[in-house]
């Protein structure tokens, strides 16, 4: 998917503005040219709504699981677009042991 292909669609897209002013930015056009239909917090949401025809997901890759079944698959953009992301939690939360290892986990590979 190009930026030019992306004009011509109806988006769903994450509802913080950042994110649609970035994807403006790197498609070239002014984020009140984007074709936003809806947008969403949880992107297991938007699939749904990807699957039902209403429109264009954009998400990060590998972030919503696709069957061999699903109706929904996996478009990478060209050229590439990459972004950050951030994890938070409370602060002075008390964590599971499986949640506890999970960061761990992520500070391990983060900090390699």
Known sequence: MTPKDLQKLPLLIGHRLIVQNELAHWMGIDVSELNIVATYD??????ILVEKGLGYALCLDKIVYM?????????????????GAIIVWKKHQVFS????????????????
Do not use: G
Request: hydrophobic fraction near 40%; charge should be negative.
């Open 97 to 112: 042991a499986t949640a506890t290892r999970f960061i761990q986990e992520l500070y391990d590979y983060f900090h390699q």
């Open 67 to 83: 069957s061999n079944e699903s109706l929904v698959r996996f478009i990478p953009l060209k050229p590439a677009y990459e972004t």
């Open 42 to 47: 949880l992107i297991y949401n938007a699939a």
